[in-house]
């Protein structure tokens, strides 16, 4: 009897054994996974949500709105990567458009040294998200407008965000000038770490200026407030000019520097992210911030690559993991966004688009070199690149809307001069 209960029990045995080995198995390895994810979301986060507020409040946003707008965003790419990452099994991560953000902050370093901007105001600027996140929904409906973005030669739409990101990053050098007890600190962490920790320089150095103003006399009585966000509403209004020099704009930089560039990262890696259903999620989901001060989501561009790299795990199908665990924490992060924003508020202007612009640093070096790197589009990228960093205001348009068209024009007449010959 004993033998047929011990012959039968080791059955049982070896299955709870098996089991407990796949569990193990299962897990096994994924601590560098989580420790990706939460890497993707610490360094996308803290490098460029300087940049989010400043373009907020560049174009008119309050205290509240902006830290409602970041809130917004965070839950809302959070719960992005979530979704898309489990439903298919890749590391799809979603950001905000730092580009985007960097076009608001450049409209408004354009009003303070010209007087006057691209946007009328911030409910304008709302009306300006809500038809980027519309287009960026649209694209995922039509493999036309797809293609037509992917038509427009990268030299120029480099040179488009060189020449957004160029003012902002000028401001690095003013603030280092006009406020040297606050600035340069943060640019001397930026130096150092930037040759031994080169994904921690613009974090530790917003840190760095953070400090510097906890420590600030003058700065002291500004940081009381709650310390969660409150959710803000404004009713967007759609002004054409505004549409035109904002919308497009914000529409394209975020669909060639971001959503292009994202899909390119994760080819790399040798996934095929699904590109329609994910442009068609991140646009409605724009569209619903809109109103909260949100502005677009996409692809993940540089931070993409965190979650996707064989560093994350060497299992291409466990590092959907990463992205899932960067979601949840950028959620999470949100949750902070009222005391940031409180901190950034309290800060002079010019030493926030000085942070800014070392976050921007790097982007404005690859957009330059992409830009001028083809001979053929050399001359028509760099009056692109002029006319969009000249800050020019026409009928109303901005300078980005006109440096593309200025850009395609001369590829234009370049090439009918050479079907002539």
């Given at each position: 009897?004993?033998?047929?209960?011990?012959?039968?029990?080791?059955?049982?045995?070896?299955?709870?054994?098996?089991?407990?080995?796949?569990?193990?198995?299962?897990?096994?390895g994924l601590g560098p996974t989580f420790g990706a994810g939460v890497v993707t979301a610490l360094v996308g986060f803290s490098s460029s949500f300087a940049v989010v507020i400043a373009g907020l409040r560049?174009?008119?946003?309050?205290?509240?709105?902006?830290?409602?707008?970041?809130?917004?965003?965070?839950?809302?790419?959070?719960?992005?990567?979530?979704?898309?990452?489990?439903?298919?099994?890749?590391?799809?991560?979603?950001?905000?458009?730092?580009?985007?953000?960097?076009?608001?902050?450049?409209?408004?370093?354009?009003?303070?040294?010209?007087?006057?901007?691209?946007?009328?105001?911030?409910?304008?600027?709302?009306?300006?998200?809500?038809?980027?996140?519309?287009?960026?929904?649209?694209?995922?409906?039509?493999?036309?407008?797809?293609?037509?973005?992917?038509?427009?030669?990268?030299?120029?739409?480099?040179?488009?965000?060189?020449?957004?990101?160029?003012?902002?990053?000028?401001?690095?050098?003013?603030?280092?000038?006009?406020?040297?007890?606050?600035?340069?600190?943060?640019?001397?962490?930026?130096?150092?770490?930037?040759?031994?920790?080169?994904?921690?320089?613009?974090?530790?150095?917003?840190?760095?200026?953070?400090?510097?103003?906890?420590?600030?006399?003058?700065?002291?009585?500004?940081?009381?407030?709650?310390?969660?966000?409150?959710?803000?509403?404004?009713?967007?209004?759609?002004?054409?000019?505004?549409?035109?020099?904002?919308?497009?704009?914000?529409?394209?930089?975020?669909?060639?520097?971001?959503?292009?560039?994202?899909?390119?990262?994760?080819?790399?890696?040798?996934?095929?992210?699904?590109?329609?259903?994910?442009?068609?999620?991140?646009?409605?989901?724009?569209?619903?911030?809109?109103?909260?001060?949100?502005?677009?989501?996409?692809?993940?561009?540089?931070?993409?690559?965190?979650?996707?790299?064989?560093?994350?795990?060497?299992?291409?199908?466990?590092?959907?993991?990463?992205?899932?665990?960067?979601?949840?924490?950028?959620?999470?992060?949100?949750?902070?966004?009222?005391?940031?924003?409180?901190?950034?508020?309290?800060?002079?202007?010019?030493?926030?688009?000085?942070?800014?612009?070392?976050?921007?640093?790097?982007?404005?070096?690859?957009?330059?070199?992409?830009?001028?790197?083809?001979?053929?589009?050399?001359?028509?990228?760099?009056?692109?690149?002029?006319?969009?960093?000249?800050?020019?205001?026409?009928?109303?348009?901005?300078?980005?809307?006109?440096?593309?068209?200025?850009?395609?024009?001369?590829?234009?007449?370049?090439?009918?001069?050479?079907?002539?010959?």
């Amino acid at each position: 009897m004993s033998s047929i209960e011990s012959s039968e029990a080791a059955p049982s045995s070896i299955v709870g054994t098996e089991e407990e080995a796949a569990d193990r198995g299962r897990f096994a390895g994924l601590g560098p996974t989580f420790g990706a994810g939460v890497v993707t979301a610490l360094v996308g986060f803290s490098s460029s949500f300087a940049v989010v507020i400043a373009g907020l409040r560049a174009v008119g946003a309050t205290e509240h709105q902006a830290a409602s707008g970041l809130f917004t965003i965070c839950v809302l790419m959070g719960a992005a990567a979530i979704v898309f990452s489990v439903r298919h099994r890749m590391p799809i991560s979603i950001a905000w458009s730092t580009p985007g953000a960097a076009l608001l902050v450049s409209v408004g370093v354009g009003r303070t040294h010209s007087g006057h901007g691209g946007a009328a105001g911030y409910r304008e600027a709302v009306g300006a998200f809500a038809l980027a996140g519309l287009l960026i929904a649209v694209t995922g409906f039509s493999r036309t407008l797809t293609r037509w973005i992917a038509a427009i030669p990268a030299p120029i739409s480099a040179a488009m965000l060189a020449g957004v990101i160029a003012p902002i990053c000028l401001e690095s050098a003013q603030a280092a000038v006009h406020l040297p007890r606050l600035a340069l600190p943060a640019v001397a962490v930026w130096v150092v770490l930037g040759r031994f920790a080169k994904r921690w320089a613009v974090p530790a150095a917003l840190a760095a200026a953070f400090i510097g103003l906890v420590l600030d006399p003058s700065t002291r009585g500004h940081l009381s407030g709650g310390l969660l966000p409150t959710l803000t509403t404004v009713a967007p209004r759609f002004d054409l000019g505004t549409l035109i020099s904002l919308a497009i704009p914000l529409y394209l930089v975020t669909m060639a520097s971001q959503n292009l560039a994202g899909i390119a990262v994760m080819r790399s890696y040798g996934y095929e992210p699904p590109i329609r259903e994910v442009l068609m999620g991140t646009g409605t989901a724009s569209i619903l911030a809109a109103p909260f001060g949100g502005i677009p989501i996409n692809f993940a561009a540089i931070t993409a690559a965190l979650a996707a790299s064989p560093d994350s795990h060497r299992d291409p199908r466990r590092r959907w993991i990463a992205a899932t665990t960067a979601g949840g924490l950028y959620v999470v992060l949100g949750l902070g966004a009222a005391t940031a924003t409180a901190l950034l508020i309290a800060a002079p202007p010019l030493l926030i688009e000085g942070v800014a612009g070392l976050a921007l640093l790097p982007a404005l070096g690859g957009a330059l070199t992409t830009a001028l790197s083809d001979t053929r589009h050399r001359e028509a990228a760099t009056a692109t690149f002029v006319t969009t960093a000249s800050g020019i205001t026409v009928a109303g348009v901005g300078a980005p809307f006109w440096g593309l068209l200025v850009g395609l024009g001369l590829l234009a007449v370049s090439a009918s001069q050479r079907q002539k010959r």
